[in-house]
């Protein structure tokens, strides 16, 4: 007789227990399918940002540019000084005139940053002047001054900086350094060879048409090398994923090795992809430096700038 009473009771909890675990209209499903099924669809983000992570890799980089200059302000040897004014635009049907050439190299380790740099220029100037003096009579001689200036300039700096910012993002192809701030100092090496050639020549109109000149030529040379401190800071941004953008300020000299004053002004875009586990970057941008240096009667107070094209070339270890 127990029998037909037991198995109602137990139909009965049953039933319950199905309601209380399900919502209505709603089929059970087995949790342990779900749970598998979360764990495998729901990585940690936090993980796959880690593993292709760049942000904590030594990095190195290769640029080469070409610096087309332009070259302003006053160059002296042997007491002798002229101001020169010299567009690389204005000689730019004679390209060998002015020019420069430079190359950097760049190692980044988690935070610290490192740059070589070396750069090569030669500017040739012309500098032609004419005189009239005025005498009592409304006459006076004509005096014509030539100059040639020919310069060339070998530059090599390094330095040593600290990342003091950097603001990273993460998408499909890992962490991007989308900001970066880095502070810095260094010593840049100047090498400097100057020819200067100047003539002097008078013309002075006689009676009867007649005219009387006399002129005196003075070559000088001169051959510097000095080495100025500078500290400064770069700012380097990704704009989307290809495009890129830095600026570069320094400034030094501090009357160390008789340089007063030297500071330096870079601003370059570029535009990076990804080839064989290189990432390139063709850019172009404008660079400046100016030095203020005198030495007895040798005087460098120029500013040479002018825009630079270039590629570079990074590899992550």
Known sequence: MSRPIVTPVRAYAALLLTLFACPAGRACADPT??????????????????????SDEPS????????????????GAAGLETDVDQSFF???GTADKVYGLMATLDIEYERLVFQVNGVYTHAEISDERTRVRTGPGGGGPAVGVDVDVEVDTA???TLAGYRIYQAERADKSGVFKDLAVDVFVGAR?????IDIDALAAATLSLPGGRTLTAGIEKELDGDKTWVEPFIGARLGARLGDHWRVQVRGDIGGFGVDNSDLSWQAVALAGYEWRVNGWNITLFG????????????GFTWDTVVHGPVLGAQFTFYF
């Open 33 to 54: 399918p779900a749970e598998e099924a979360t764990t495998t669809d729901a990585p940690s983000p936090s993980t796959e940002i880690k593993s292709d992570s760049r």
């Open 285 to 296: 941008g404008y660079r400046a430096l100016g030095q203020d240096y005198s030495d007895g």
């Open 189 to 193: 090496v100047t090498d400097l060879q």
């Open 90 to 92: 204005d000689v730019l």
């Open 155 to 157: 530059w090599f700096e």
């Open 60 to 75: 190195l980089s290769l640029s080469t540019y070409l610096w087309m200059t332009s070259l302003s302000g006053t160059v």
